[in-house]
Nanobody, 125 residues
Framework: QVQLVESGGGLVQAGGSLRLSCAAS????????MGWFRQAPGKEREFVAG????????YYDDSVKGRFTISRDNRMNTVYLQMNSLKPGDTAVYYC??????????????????WGQGTQVTVSS
């Protein structure tokens, strides 16, 4: 059974940084695509960043390019999202997702099989 457990959220001032972690277990993830999504109150869940575990290829939404970095640690089976220069508009619940079927990545939440429980990120102005 795949389990994804996020951590690292919190309250930060605008311009600050946070690093989110997603600990993955239950499978060998070498063929998986991992993604970070976020959902603000009253809004749909949206793609933030993705990574192919096998190649390390990364993908970003335009809104976070140059500020966020997704990475993975093969030994720890963990995916990270380093978030710098945070803005109030980044405030949301951030979710980790995984899928074994994608050959690249997808920005659609419907394409991902597994989800974590989410971690709250709040950026104050």
């Amino acid at each position: 059974q795949v389990q994804l457990v996020e951590s690292g959220g919190g309250l930060v001032q605008a311009g600050g940084s946070l690093r989110l972690s997603c600990a993955a277990s239950g499978r060998t993830f070498s063929s998986y695509t991992m993604g970070w999504f976020r959902q603000a109150p009253g809004k749909e869940r949206e793609f933030v960043a993705g990574i192919r575990w096998s190649t390390g290829n990364t993908y970003y939404d335009d809104s976070v390019k140059g500020r966020f970095t997704i990475s993975r640690d093969n030994r720890m089976n963990t995916v990270y999202l380093q978030m710098n220069s945070l803005k109030p508009g980044d405030t949301a619940v951030y979710y980790c997702a995984a899928d074994s079927r994608l050959s690249s990545y997808s920005d659609s939440p419907a394409e991902y099989e597994y989800w974590g429980q989410g971690t709250q990120v709040t950026v104050s102005s």
